[in-house]
């Protein structure tokens, strides 16, 4: 994850020893700590220090026998500030670390969000998977039960201002009548309704015409308002368009390189996304639209 450094700052890391003062400047210098076991019963830390607002490196590895800590990872990450959404989530540890994806579906979004989860520690210290009590140690799925807060961000490595699609006050309202219309279909096709399920689909059907039509004369990017599509490789990443609600200009403590925090408003889903200034083309504002390609990173806040 080291291609998203610039994201928060770190564009000019150029070798592996300004990287390796870097992560020991995080572990004897962190904001927040948590201490876990893995799936071999090994205590590990994960270290966060914050080299600005919201953002900063997080630092993971292993404790030896006579208590000396041995990185193995790092990455990147940007807290954000609002509250996306409330849902059942379920986690799957990736293969090749002690890292885990937050899935969850959301009807605004229209998609399964798969997220990297940046308080990993904190779920294997509640779970205790590897811990020795249970007879998987290797477990890759759990599903804390019922709704729980979660905070999405995402790094982008560059991305571009676009102008406001025009609103009425009246398209406004027209909008959110269909929005709301439209999630109380999914929610009763979620439950077998098919008289639902078919409203859905002639829906889908008549949006697809309408688009159509309209891109014989129209730009793409004047009919969509906001999108979050699912980009590359990679389940946690995305080509996301949004409504730029607030941003602000921050500088990275360590290097003094500056970067872009905007929250945007994407299909009705608050999401805060972190850009390195030199990245970004044009000059964000309140109104204007944020278009780019980024990781995206979440918070989960357990019921403990």
């Excluded at 699609?165 to 999630?183: G, S």
């Excluded at 004369?217 to 368009?241: A, H, N, R």
Aim: aromatic fraction near 10%; charge should be negative.
């Amino acid at each position: 994850m080291h291609t998203y450094l610039e994201s928060v700052g770190f564009q000019r890391i150029g070798s592996n020893r300004e990287m390796e003062r870097i992560t020991r400047d995080t572990v004897l210098h962190f904001d927040h700590k948590t201490l876990f076991r893995n799936g071999h019963g090994r205590i590990c830390g994960e270290f966060s220090k914050e080299y600005g607002r919201d953002m900063g490196i997080t630092v993971v590895g292993e404790f030896d026998d006579a208590g000396n800590f041995h990185p193995e990872y790092s990455f990147p990450y940007f807290s954000g500030a609002t509250i996306s959404m409330h849902q059942e989530v379920d986690f799957e540890k990736r293969a090749e670390s002690e890292s885990y994806e937050g899935c969850c579906e959301d009807p605004r979004l229209g998609a399964t969000v798969i997220f990297y989860l940046i308080n990993a520690g904190q779920y294997r210290r509640i779970t205790d998977i590897g811990a020795g009590e249970t007879q998987d140690p290797d477990a890759a799925l759990f599903t804390q039960t019922g709704e729980l807060p979660v905070k999405l961000s995402a790094l982008a490595k560059n991305g571009t201002i676009l102008l406001p699609v025009y609103k009425t006050e009246e398209d406004q309202r027209e909008y959110q009548k269909q929005q709301n219309n439209h999630l109380k279909l999914i929610s009763a096709a979620r439950n077998g309704d098919e008289a639902a399920i078919e409203s859905l689909t002639a829906e889908d059907m008549n949006d697809y015409q309408v688009i159509t039509k309209r891109l014989e004369d129209e730009d793409v990017l004047s009919i969509v308002d906001t999108s979050f599509l699912p980009y590359g490789m990679e389940c946690d990443q995305y080509s996301v368009i949004g409504n730029i609600v607030s941003c602000e200009r921050v500088k990275n403590l360590y290097t003094g390189e500056n970067v872009w925090q905007m929250q945007l408003e994407v299909c009705d889903v608050y999401l805060d996304v972190c850009v390195n200034a030199k990245r970004l083309r044009g000059v964000p504002r309140k109104g204007m639209r944020f278009r780019g390609d980024v990781w995206l990173q979440g918070i989960v806040y357990f019921n403990e």
